[in-house]
C-alpha cells in the first residue's frame, strides 16, 4: 500500500521568502514517481513538478525544486522567492508501478506581502 | 494544445438520482484518471482507464463506474447518490499508459452538490 503523510496543515510565507513544503511517503515498490500540484481557490489542479525514484539529481522547475532524500522517504517542495500567487494548497502525491495514484492530505500555503 | 475539459463544471442532484459527469483528455493523451476531493477524505482515486479499458480502480462502492471511448473520452456514472457524494470529481489525463513516470494533467473538475 502507498502512504504520503504531509504534517503541515497550514503554513505562512513572506513574499519573497523561501519555503519548504514537507512530504513523507510508504511504498513497496522499487519504482515510483512523486509529483507535486498546486490546487488554488479556483480548484483545477496545476502540476508542478515530478521526481523518479531512480532520479540522483532532485529535479528542478523554475522556482520549484524537490529535495528527494530516498533514505528517509521525503520529498519536499521547496518554493523560492514566493510571490502572492503561490497562495493555494499544495499535494505530494506517489505513483507507484501499478498506475495508482495516492495524495496526501495537503498544505495550505498564504504568502503574506 | 487544448487542457483537460470537464462537463458540467456544476450540478445540483437530489439523493436517490443517478449522474453522468464527462471528461476530453488532452489531445493525443490515452490515459484517463478519475479522483474524487472531499473535505473529509481529501483526493480519492476513482479508477483509470487506457484505451477504453479500466486498468485500475479504487475502492468506491459498485454505484460508481466509467467507460472511456474511442476517442479516449470519458465519462463517469454515480447511480442511485447519496448525500456523500458531494464532492468535486476530477479528471487526469496522461500521453501513455499509467506508469510511475507519467505527468497527469489536471481538468478543472465537475462540482456536484447532492440534496
Known amino acids: 500500500a502507498q502512504k504520503i503523510t504531509q504534517t503541515q496543515p497550514g503554513m505562512f510565507v513572506q513574499e519573497k521568502e523561501a519555503v519548504t513544503l514537507d512530504c513523507t511517503y510508504d511504498?513497496?515498490?522499487?519504482?515510483?514517481?512523486l509529483f507535486w500540484y498546486k490546487q488554488p481557490s479556483s480548484g483545477e489542479m496545476i502540476f508542478l513538478i515530478y521526481q523518479g525514484s531512480y532520479d540522483q539529481q532532485n529535479a528542478t522547475e523554475g522556482r520549484y525544486s524537490l529535495n528527494f532524500q530516498k533514505a528517509r522517504k521525503s520529498a519536499n517542495l521547496v518554493i523560492s522567492a514566493s510571490q502572492l500567487g503561490d497562495s493555494a494548497m499544495y499535494f505530494c502525491?506517489?505513483?507507484?508501478?501499478?498506475?495508482?495514484?495516492?495524495f496526501g492530505d495537503g498544505t495550505t500555503l498564504t504568502v503574506k506581502p | 494544445k487544448a487542457g483537460v475539459t470537464q462537463t458540467p463544471r456544476y450540478l445540483i442532484k437530489t439523493r436517490g438520482q443517478q449522474v453522468t459527469l464527462s471528461c476530453s483528455p488532452i489531445?493525443?493523451?490515452?490515459?484517463v484518471s478519475w479522483y474524487q476531493q472531499t473535505p473529509g477524505q481529501g483526493l480519492q482515486f476513482l479508477f483509470e482507464?487506457?484505451?477504453?479499458?479500466?486498468?485500475n480502480k479504487g475502492n468506491f462502492p459498485g454505484r460508481f463506474s466509467g467507460r472511456q471511448f474511442s476517442n479516449s473520452r470519458s465519462e463517469m456514472n454515480v447511480s442511485t447518490l447519496e448525500l456523500g457524494d458531494s464532492a468535486l470529481y476530477l479528471c487526469?489525463?496522461?500521453?501513455?499508459?499509467?506508469?510511475?513516470?507519467?505527468?497527469?494533467?489536471f481538468g478543472p473538475g465537475t462540482r456536484l452538490t447532492v440534496l
Open positions: 487526469a489525463s496522461s500521453e501513455g499508459e499509467a506508469q510511475y513516470y507519467n505527468e497527469q494533467f
Open positions: 511504498t513497496s515498490d522499487p519504482s515510483y514517481g
Open positions: 502525491a506517489m505513483r507507484g508501478n501499478a498506475g495508482k495514484s495516492t
Open positions: 489531445s493525443g493523451h490515452r490515459s
Open positions: 482507464y487506457f484505451s477504453e479499458t479500466q486498468r
